[in-house]
């Protein structure tokens, strides 16, 4: 059974950065497109960032030029850097990576279906 397991949470001040990696194990599979998504108290989750084939990259427009989602898909790591963060940053950080097909549409690296494997979640805070 694949685990992602998310690390590098914590808590900092506005305009710090972190940096989270996701880490897959129980399983090999490649990683055909890697996602992160997040999610606070009483709120829906949401997609931050993602990455599919052929280096199709997708943001949230609320962390666009903020954040940058990279990773090594032999390896099912992938990392999400983020920059200048603010308050509104904190919540729990989800991992999702995709082992089935390739997916070359950015727009499809908003759905949570696209993923197949998912962490756990890591918190971020972002004090003002």
């Known amino acids: ?23 897959a194990s129980g399983g090999t599979f490649y990683s055909h497109a890697m996602g992160w998504f997040r999610q606070t108290p009483g709120k829906e989750r949401e997609f931050v960032a993602g990455s599919g084939s052929g280096g199709t990259t997708n943001y949230a427009d609320s962390v ?14 992938a990392y999400l850097q983020m920059n200048s963060l603010k308050p509104e940053d904190t919540a729990v ?18 759905a949570e279906n696209t993923y197949d494997y998912w962490g756990q979640g890591t918190q971020v805070t972002v004090s003002s």
Do not use: H, M, P
């Open 64 to 77: 666009k030029g903020r954040f940058t989602i990279s990773g090594d898909s032999a390896k099912n790591t």
């Open 1 to 23: 059974q694949v685990l992602l397991v998310e690390s590098g949470g914590g808590l900092v001040q506005a305009g710090g950065s972190l940096r989270l990696s996701c880490a």
């Open 93 to 110: 950080y989800y991992c999702a990576q995709r082992g089935r097909g390739r997916i070359y549409l950015s727009a499809t690296l908003r």
